[in-house]
């Protein structure tokens, strides 16, 4: 991936975007939609726009444009941290 994080990445249908090693990224779709394959993963994930997900598999993903243009950002990714139960 060449372009800088949070950086808007144009994509023209049916485009890649490769991004290697991308563990722990947020890829965000702001405009259009996004099929995001990971290296490993056997499901592939459908992003619409105002919708991110953040890579969870080392190696290579691939960012696709569907049948329209997308505009997205790649960022560092945020944890979900479940909530902490206290013992009684």
């Known amino acids: 991936m060449a372009a800088p994080l949070d950086t808007p990445v144009h994509l023209n249908p049916r485009e890649l975007l490769p991004i290697e090693d991308g563990a722990g990224l947020e890829v965000k779709a702001l405009q259009g939609d996004l099929w995001i394959t990971q290296t490993g993963d056997p499901e592939d994930t459908i992003v619409h726009g ?6 969870d598999r080392p190696g290579l ?26 013992a009684a």
């Open 50 to 55: 105002g919708e991110s997900f953040v890579l």
């Open 61 to 86: 993903t691939l960012v696709t444009a569907l049948l329209a243009p997308a505009v997205l950002v790649v960022q560092p990714g945020r944890v979900a941290w479940p909530e902490l139960r206290h």
